[in-house]
C-alpha cells in the first residue's frame, strides 16, 4: 500500500538552529502539506502546496518558515530559526485532489528544539 | 505521532460492544468531514468521510453520523475490538479551502 514517508524520526536541535524536515509523499499525489502537533494539543495545518506553490498557510506558518519541493519525490519543510516553542510532531500529508478528498498522513517528525 | 495528552477526554469500552465517538465542529461553512485514527507513534489515519450532502454514512464496522443543524458528527463502531484502542480526531472541510481543521480527540479505550 502506498505510504507518505518521513525523515527523520527524530530531530534534536537547538534554538536559533535551522532545520529541514523531509517528506516523499504519495506519488501520483498533486497535494501536499503540512501540518504539526504539539503535546497533548490538536493537529494544526501549517501550509498546503500544489502545482510548485503555496496554496494556502495558516498564521502559524511565519517567514521562519518555508516549503520546497526540489525534486519529483520530495516535499521539505525548513524551519530557518528554531524557537522552543517550534518542538512539536510535524506530519506531512499528501492527497489526490486538494481538501476534498482523504488525506494520507505520514508517521511524523518529532523536532525537539533545547 | 503522540496525541496524547493529559486532557483528552477517554471513551472506555468493553470488548465486543459499540463505541460511539462524538465531535463537535466549529465552522457551519465546512461541508466535508473526516474521522482518523491515530495510534500511539503513528500519523493520522483515514477512516471514514462524509459530504454535507449526506447525514449517515457506513462503512466497514463504522458508520459517521452527521447532524448540521447542531455542528455535530458522530463516529459509530460496531463490536469494537482491541485493535480500535487509539486517538480519534474529527477533522472538517470547506470548500473555499484546502486544510483540514482538526477537533482535540478523544482516547478510546478497548477493555478485554
Request: proline fraction near 4%; charged fraction near 20%.
Amino acid at each position: 500500500e502506498p505510504e507518505v514517508t518521513q525523515t527523520p524520526s527524530h530531530q534534536v536541535t537547538q534554538m536559533g538552529q535551522e532545520v529541514i524536515l523531509r517528506c516523499v509523499p504519495i506519488s501520483n499525489h498533486l497535494y501536499f502539506y503540512w501540518y504539526r502537533q504539539i503535546l497533548g494539543q490538536k493537529v494544526e495545518f501549517l501550509v498546503s502546496f500544489y502545482n510548485n506553490e503555496i496554496s494556502e498557510k495558516s498564521e502559524i506558518f511565519d517567514d521562519q518558515f518555508s516549503v520546497e519541493r526540489p525534486d519529483g519525490s520530495n516535499f521539505t519543510l525548513k524551519i530557518r530559526s528554531t524557537k522552543l516553542e517550534d518542538s512539536a510532531m510535524y506530519f506531512c500529508a499528501s492527497s489526490s485532489v486538494g481538501g476534498r478528498t482523504e488525506a494520507f498522513f505520514g508517521q511524523g517528525t518529532r523536532l525537539t528544539v533545547v | 505521532g503522540e496525541s496524547v495528552g493529559l486532557h483528552l477526554p477517554t471513551l472506555s469500552v468493553q470488548e465486543g460492544d459499540n463505541s460511539i465517538i462524538n465531535c463537535a465542529y466549529s465552522n457551519s461553512a465546512s461541508d466535508y468531514f473526516i474521522w482518523y485514527k491515530q495510534e500511539s507513534g503513528k500519523g493520522p489515519q483515514f477512516i471514514i468521510d462524509i459530504r454535507s450532502n449526506m447525514d449517515k454514512r457506513q462503512g466497514q464496522r463504522v458508520t459517521v453520523l452527521l447532524n448540521k443543524t447542531v455542528k455535530h458528527l458522530s463516529l459509530q463502531i460496531a463490536a469494537t475490538q482491541p485493535g480500535d484502542s487509539a486517538v480519534y480526531f474529527c477533522a472538517e472541510n470547506m470548500d473555499s479551502s484546502y486544510k483540514l481543521i482538526f477537533g482535540s480527540g478523544t482516547r478510546l479505550l478497548v477493555r478485554p
